[in-house]
């Protein structure tokens, strides 16, 4: 039970890194594709891509950073982590453009910085 426990987080840690990944890319391609071609704006900047997105960063970084600090005791990638999520909200408020980006880019960098981390800590117990 316990390593399948284990399992389903990293797989979590690892889906965060991967959702991570797709936001910034996600807003570099909304920049690129808008500014300069003209196309996409009404699908790259819907308001509700942008919550779903959170929401999904929310939940699984709740989960596995949370989870994370009982089985390593280390707070630091929850720290960062929940740092990456309030930039990203700030985001949200800000609007889009290139404000937008930088926070949000910023956020889910330090979002999956803490994923990679809370992974490399859960699954060695002699690293530093």
């Not at 909304?30 to 939940?59: T, W």
């Not at 930088?102 to 809370?118: D, E, M």
Request: glycine letters at 14%; aromatic letters at 2%.
């Amino acid at each position: 039970m316990r390593a399948a426990i284990a399992m389903i987080r990293n797989r979590l840690d690892r889906m965060g890194i991967l959702l991570s990944a797709l936001c910034a890319l996600h807003c570099l391609a909304g920049i690129l594709l808008v500014a300069g071609l003209g196309v996409g704006g009404e699908f790259l900047f819907a308001p509700s891509i942008h919550r779903i997105g959170l929401a999904l960063a929310i939940v699984i970084g709740g989960i596995t950073l949370a989870i994370g600090i009982a089985r390593h005791g280390d707070p630091r990638p929850l720290q960062i982590g929940a740092l990456g999520l309030g930039l990203m909200v700030v985001a949200l408020a800000v609007g889009h453009g290139a404000s937008e980006a930088v926070l949000t880019i910023g956020g889910v960098s330090l979002l999956a910085w803490a994923h990679l981390r809370n992974l490399r800590l859960s699954n060695c117990a002699t690293c530093d």
